[in-house]
Each structure stands twice: as structure tokens, then as C-alpha cells.
């Protein structure tokens, strides 16, 4: 085996993961999560990276396991699951949205919480103005500090399982020349998409908080739930 041949494979697995980590359903829920959330770049990061290490090792393994059984059995698993991850991103989107109206509140920079209605046990009338319309505001500790909550978890497993079936050519063609070829190539792989989800999902958070309108704060968490749903929805239909 030539040094040029395996130098190949592995520039092939950087383009097609660079390539590959682009499309929006990668990054962009974690950008809008990490906007309504009011995430420090180093949470989006964390969130982010723990959904990329998730995508790219089982795009690896697949790629692995592909060596044993075939590259078809593979495809057709990989598939199924990038069909079933736009959808499970619709289903979390909607959720997410339909819990962020429920709660009856929204974001304020510094975790803020703005709330109408009655003061509850952990809002006494003193942290907030009281207005005519009877808004009253506090830290909402629970929902601001770190990235916390079940929501997020689901997320990042549900973007993070959705294989990238390109990938499996390439490992298939680096099988024939050994197992250092293999693991350039995944090394390569890996390393490409995982930089490139963690820094389109923080570089997404930080630009985007350069252009608020007025009033966006306001159900910010809603607004960014339909959005991962109509990520969902044209990643699905992009899969037909």
C-alpha cells in the first residue's frame, strides 16, 4: 500500500465529514436551544461535543461493522436511523415548544424569568415590579444554570444518533489496506466533525445574539422548539 493511496482515503474522510457536518440539522438545533437558553459558549460546546462524540462513534462502528456483514445491511441501518432521528426532531421540537407556552414564561438576559399571575412560593413580590397586569419577575436558577434538564439530554442523543452512511465507503475501502488506514481514516473522520459541530453550534449561538429585534426575547424557548421541528420536517423530507 502507498502512502499516497491511504493520505487519500483519509483527505476523503475530512471532505465528506466537513461536507456532511454542514447541513443544518447538525448544528442548528443547538444553536437555537443555546439562544433560548441564554447558554454560555462553553455549554453549547459541552452539549454539542457530547452529541458529536455520539455521531461519529456510531457512524464509525457501523463503518466497522460493515467490514464484517456488508456495506448494503449497513446502509440500510443507517438510513433507517437518519429517518427516524428527523422525525424524533420533530416530535422533541413540538414538545419542547408546547412546554416552553405551558410554563408561561420567558427568557430575560441574566436568567431572568417574567411571569403573569399569582406570586407562587418561589416569587414573594419582592425581586420584581409588580405591574397592573400583575408581571412579576425572578432568577429562575433551575432552568439557567448549566444546561440541566431532561430536554437537553434528549437532544443530544437524538441528533448524535443520526450515522453518517457516507462515511461506510470509505472505511469499507480503507478495510482493504489495514487496519492503520482504518483508523486514519476514522481519526480523520471524527476529528473533522466534531470540531466542526462545536464550532458551527457556539459560533451559531454567539453571532446570532448580535441580531435580536425587540421583543424576541419574549417565548424565545417556543419559537426555537418549531424550529427544530421544521428542522425535522425538511430533514425528513430531504430523506425521501
Known sequence: MSDATSYLLTGTAVATAAFHTLIPDHWLPFVLIGRARRWRARTVATVSGASALIHTGLSVLLGLVAIRIGRGAMEAVGATLERVSGALLVVFGLAYAGWAWKKGGHFHPGGVMLHRGEEGPDCDGHEGDVHPEHLHYHADRQLI??????????????????????????????????????????????????????GLSVAGVVGIRRFEPPGAARHMEAWSGLLIAAVGVVFCLLER
Open 145 to 198: 444554570e448549566g444546561a440541566g434538564g431532561r430536554g437537553v439530554v434528549y437532544l443530544a442523543l437524538i441528533v448524535g444518533l443520526n450515522p453518517c452512511v457516507l462515511v461506510l465507503p470509505i472505511v469499507l475501502a480503507a478495510a482493504e489496506h489495514g487496519a492503520r488506514v482504518i483508523a486514519m481514516v476514522s481519526l480523520a473522520y471524527s476529528v473533522t466533525t466534531i470540531a466542526l459541530m462545536v
